[in-house]
């Protein structure tokens, strides 16, 4: 079951239209509660299926193409701020009052954002690998080999993990790229992921959260433990803005934990949303 949904989403200022694509597995509306899945950047909402199946039995989970992602509708600007009242217009027109909310770097930080300025709608928080500060630029190889990929117009998959192999080391990192990669109706691959905007905006994406007063319900950031996302010199401005914070370290991962060892990441949100082991 999927959809599009039209919203209206306030902006810098402004107000505009934006739609956000979103799949749902799991129970009906009513039998269980909610779980919502914020992918990464770079991202989609398919990103996550993995975990998405292993909490059907127990939820109703959604899976959202953030906005700028997927298949959901690119804004002219982005911060970080203007993403998550997106999320939370669309679960109004999904008549979802609140939920819990798992998100993975920039879909973690969405979800965070989201709980700060509107805590009612966040049942529960759970972070995979990103803290809420300002990060330093890191992404200059990746933007470089999707520039490159995108001035090629590669006429296969094969062409594009070529070029970008000579500025990205990686291979998962690559192979998870390579997802949001589509052939246009000339042949040629395209991102899919807005890339001249999340170049045009990336220090908005980079920035720290800043709230009111603190979200005081449950929350649990899960780190890689190879990852230098969550550092220990974070932990002050994680407990201010979330005071009931934990953080369970899952050891040979980096950021790209919830791939790397999927069954292990996927047993510690099930654990801390409450679904049953199995």
């Known amino acids: 079951m999927c959809g599009h949904v039209s919203k209206k989403c306030v902006g810098a200022q402004r107000y505009m239209d934006i739609n956000l694509h979103h799949s749902v597995i799991g129970r009906e509306p009513g039998e269980a509660p909610a779980v919502v899945l914020l992918h990464g950047l770079f991202g989609m909402g398919s990103n ?3 975990l998405a199946r292993a909490l059907q039995d127990d939820f109703r989970v959604y899976s959202v193409d953030l906005p700028n992602h997927g298949k959901s509708s690119w ?12 999320v939370a217009h669309w679960m109004e027109e999904q008549n979802l009052p609140c939920a819990h909310f798992m998100g993975h770097s920039l879909g973690g930080k969405l979800a965070m954002q989201l709980a700060l300025s509107d805590a009612g709608r966040v049942d529960s928080l759970c972070i995979a690998d990103i803290a809420p500060v300002k990060y330093a630029p890191h992404h200059d190889n990746v933007l470089a080999a999707l520039g490159a990929v995108q001035e090629a117009a590669c006429q296969s998959r094969g062409d594009a993990s070529q070029i970008m192999g000579r500025f990205l080391a990686e291979d998962i990192l690559i192979q998870f790229l390579l997802m949001s990669i589509r052939r246009n109706e000339e042949g040629v691959y395209t991102w899919r992921f807005n890339l001249a905007g999340i170049i045009k905006d990336y220090d908005a994406i980079r920035a720290g959260l800043e709230a009111n007063e603190p979200y005081s319900r449950d929350v649990l950031f899960i ?11 974070h932990r002050a401005r994680i407990m201010t803005l979330f005071p009931q914070a934990a953080v ?3 050891p040979g991962c980096g950021h790209w934990l919830h791939a790397q060892k999927p069954r ?5 949100v099930r ?6 082991e199995g």
């Open 48 to 50: 996550l299926g993995a």
């Open 75 to 86: 804004l002219q600007s982005s911060d970080i701020p203007t993403m998550a009242r997106c």
């Open 223 to 233: 780190k890689g433990g190879d990852s230098d996302y969550i550092l220990r010199e």
């Open 248 to 250: 369970k370290i899952m």
């Open 264 to 268: 292990l990441f996927n047993s510690i």
């Open 271 to 276: 654990r801390f949303l409450g679904g049953d």
